[in-house]
Antibody, heavy 123, light 112 residues
Framework: EVQLVESGGGLVQPGGSLRLSCAAT????????MHWVRQTPGKGLEYVAG????????GYADSVKGRFTISTDNAKNSLYLQMNNLRAEDTALYYC????????????????WGRGTMVTVSS | DVVMTQSPLSLPVTPGEPASISCRSG???????????LAWYLQKPGQSPQLLIS???NRASGVPDRFSGSGSGTDFTLRIRRVEAEDIGVYYC?????????FGPGTTVHIK
């Protein structure tokens, strides 16, 4: 069974840092682009970042560019999101998601989602 | 960033009746490979989003055939042939051709 499990969320002060992890099981992790999407409670979905090992590309929302870094560890089948200089507006539930098409050069559709990990930025 | 708009933002439905949601993108989502990089998701209350439709019209595995997607370029539509009670939730369209990926604001489907 394909599964994504996020962890690493919590309460952090403004200006602080946090590293989110996403453990992937049930599929060939290397073959798929991976993404982070966030959702403020009661609001819509906001794309955060994506990484495509096949094309070597990464992409970030303007709101996090320069502060967040997406990465993977293929040996651990894990996706990460390093979040620095956190702001109150980064408070959200962060989802990990995998692309639909293996070995694609473009993003396509988010086929599987995790349950999310909550990040709260507050003093 | 490519702006995605949806209409309506709230859709009251009657079980057994059809329903449709429109999604419009600020730039064409048609790639030179012939595919439209437009996906539809449903987020049921308290759950993570689930993929319904990819490439504008490809139903994801396990998705009932009452759901269908159509459109090309900048205008897309999600149709539900006969709404069931389990279809309530928020529907999002998403474009993946242009970086960064962007989502529509969501359409809340609720029972009339």
């Amino acid at each position: 069974e394909v599964q994504l499990v996020e962890s690493g969320g919590g309460l952090v002060q403004p200006g602080g840092s946090l590293r989110l992890s996403c453990a992937a099981t049930g599929f060939s992790f290397d073959d798929y682009a991976m993404h982070w999407v966030r959702q403020t409670p009661g609001k819509g979905l906001e794309y955060v970042a994506g990484i495509n090992r096949n094309s070597g590309s990464t992409g970030y929302a303007d709101s996090v560019k320069g502060r967040f870094t997406i990465s993977t560890d293929n040996a651990k089948n894990s996706l990460y999101l390093q979040m620095n200089n956190l702001r109150a507006e980064d408070t959200a539930l962060y989802y990990c998601a995998k692309d639909l098409v293996p070995r694609g050069l473009l993003w396509d559709a988010f086929h599987v989602w995790g349950r999310g990990t909550m990040v709260t930025v507050s003093s | 960033d490519v702006v995605m708009t949806q209409s309506p933002l709230s859709l009251p439905v009657t079980p057994g009746e059809p329903a449709s949601i429109s999604c419009r993108s600020g730039q064409s989502l048609l790639n030179r490979n012939g595919h439209n990089y437009l996906a539809w998701y449903l987020q049921k209350p308290g759950q993570s989003p689930q993929l319904l439709i990819s490439f504008a019209s490809n139903r994801a595995s396990g998705v009932p055939d009452r759901f269908s997607g159509s459109g090309s370029g900048t205008d897309f539509t999600l149709r539900i042939r006969r709404v069931e009670a389990e279809d309530i939730g928020v529907y999002y369209c998403m474009q993946a051709l242009h970086t960064p990926v962007t989502f529509g604001p969501g359409t809340t489907v609720h029972i009339k």
